[in-house]
């Protein structure tokens, strides 16, 4: 028996890959997201997976003890890494270092794509206080991004 895994993939859909919703979380703290899960082994302790937001979708502003690793495949948008607002574009790679916020948040008429490779046995992801919020919001670039300004460029 063999471990090797080879999946076909067409517009951004693999086979043999199902769509999941990106959480189970009825607070509306991300909008038009979806995630799949391309690769995990019990023998390795990272897992790639991929993420699709639609023009206007955000992910959800949160912080890990893990880290990330992001590699835009498709569009373009803006990522908060921390207290910083980059933009980003196809084949950027972006990461996210431990207990660092962050949110995705895709730009344009098209989708924003991305692998992200994580532990595979990782931490629940943490959302912001009210004063941690806060203090993000004292950048004024930070502030109109987290509004969800110039999402349409």
């Known amino acids: 028996m063999t471990d090797a895994v080879h999946r076909k993939a ?5 086979e043999d890959v199902p769509e999941l919703p990106y959480k189970e979380d009825e607070r509306a703290l991300f909008r038009s997201i979806t995630r799949r899960v391309l690769f995990s082994h019990r023998h390795m302790q990272a897992e790639l997976r991929y993420f699709e937001l639609a023009p206007g979708g955000f992910s959800t ?14 569009g373009h948008g803006r990522c ?8 980003i574009e196809l084949h950027d790679l972006i990461t996210v ?5 962050h949110q995705f948040r895709a730009a344009g008429p098209e989708p924003l794509g991305f692998l992200c490779m994580v532990d ?8 912001p206080s009210a004063a941690e919020l806060a203090r993000l919001r004292r950048s004024p670039e ?5 509004d969800g300004e110039q999402d349409a460029r």
């Open 61 to 74: 502003l949160e912080r890990h003890e893990h880290m990330h690793a992001v590699l835009v495949l498709r």
């Open 10 to 14: 067409r517009n951004y859909r693999w």
């Open 142 to 146: 930070v502030a109109a991004f987290l």
């Open 120 to 127: 595979a046995r990782r931490d629940k992801p943490q959302l």
């Open 80 to 87: 908060l890494v921390g207290e910083e607002v980059k933009s």
């Open 97 to 101: 270092p431990p207990m660092t916020w």
